[in-house]
Structures are given as C-alpha cells and as structure tokens.
Antibody
C-alpha cells in the first residue's frame, strides 16, 4: 500500500525559506521509473505543479519558480524534500506531494499541508 | 508550456443526469491526459489516465475520451458523491500543467 504524508511549518514569514518533507511508504524511490512530485493549491484556486524528482535523481522544476525551488530525496529515509526560498503571501496554499510512475500520472497523493505566508 | 482550458467553469446538474466536461490543450498532448476529482478538504483523486483508462477502483460511470487537443470526461449518471471539482492534467512534456478546473454542482 502506497502512502505519502507532507510535513513542515504551517506559518512562514515573507522572505523566509520554506522546507517541506514528504515521507512515503509502499515503494522505494530508487529506480528511474518512479518519482515524487510536489503540487500546490492556493485557497479556492487550481492545482499548480512545482517540481518532480525521479529515482535516478533527475529533477524537473516549474519554469516560473525554478529559481526558488530545490527538490531532493533521501532514499534511506523514504523522504523527498522541497525547499522554496523567498516566500511571499501569494505562496499561501496547500502543498501536496504525489507518487508517479514515469509513464503515468499522479496515482497517489498525500493529504496536503496548508502553508500560510504572513508577517 | 502547454495550457489546458477546461469548460464550463461551473456545471449545474441533478443526480441521475449525464455530465460532460471538456479539456482543451493549446497543443497536442497525444493521449497523455488525466482527469482528477477533488472534494472539499481532500487531495485530488486520479479518475482517468492516458485519456481513457479508468484508474483502480473508479466506477464505470466515469469515462474519458479524446486525443490530441480535445478531451472529454463523461459521467453517465450522476451520483450525489460525484459533485466536486474536476481537473485535467497532461504529462506530454515538462512542465506538467493542470487545467483551471470545472466545478460540478447540484442543481
């Protein structure tokens, strides 16, 4: 059974750096065909893909946010970490991590974690 | 970046009726399109992948069709639990993008 869960701060101040952790079970992020992505959703708005990491450590980023994002994995801990710098109130929203095989879509999602950016 | 445009923004129907949701891509995505359902306070759930394949556990009343730039999600007979927001998403290339969503509400 595949499960994912996001964790991190619920409140960050503008200009601060956000670090979110996705802890998963039911698979090992050690092969090229498996990956974990991060997707966010501002309150009442649509989903936005942020970043993706494959088991072979290939990484992909949203072009509009690439300068602010870093995605890494710790295979031994079954974790994927997303770092977003220079947070702004417009970055407020629910952040999800999701599992994806290279030839499919996001099949399994975490419950999401709400991050509020406010001074 | 491929832009996905969903229509209508809101669809008001009654239980038992047929729902037809549309997703149009700004360029061809072949059949690499998925549909997700999202209920309030919940994560999205994969319904349809690669345009027409139902994900595990998805009822047969949900079906997807289309290829290239025009795609349709059809719910043959609406159940009360189907009223939610639906998103399309492509995996044709990077960056992955989602549509803006269609809200399916009870009439």
């Amino acid at each position: 059974q595949i499960t994912l869960k996001e964790s991190g701060p619920t409140l960050v101040k503008p200009t601060q750096t956000l670090t979110l952790t996705c802890t998963f079970s039911g698979f090992s992020l050690s092969t090229r065909e498996l990956g974990v992505g991060w997707i966010r959703q501002p309150p009442g708005k649509a989903l936005e893909w942020l970043a993706h990491i494959y088991g072979d450590d290939e990484k992909r980023y949203s072009p509009s946010l690439k300068s602010r994002l870093t995605i890494t994995k710790d295979t031994s801990k079954n974790q994927v970490v997303l770092i977003m710098s220079n947070m702004d109130p417009v970055d407020t929203g629910t952040y999800y991590c999701a599992h994806r095989r290279s030839s499919t879509h996001f099949s399994y999602w975490g419950q999401g974690t709400l991050v509020t950016v406010s001074s | 970046e491929i832009v996905l445009t969903q229509s209508p923004a809101t669809l008001s129907l009654s239980p038992g009726e047929r729902a037809t949701l549309s997703c149009r891509a700004s360029q061809s995505v072949s059949n690499y399109l998925a549909w997700y359902q999202q209920k309030p306070g919940q994560a999205p759930r994969l319904l349809i992948y690669d345009a027409s394949n139902r994900a595990t556990g998805i009822p047969a009343r949900f079906s997807g069709s289309g290829s290239g730039t025009d795609f349709t999600l059809t719910i043959s007979s609406l159940e009360p639990e189907d009223f939610a927001v639906y998103y399309c998403q492509h995996r044709y290339n990077w960056p992955l993008t989602f549509g803006q969503g269609t809200r399916l509400e009870i009439k």
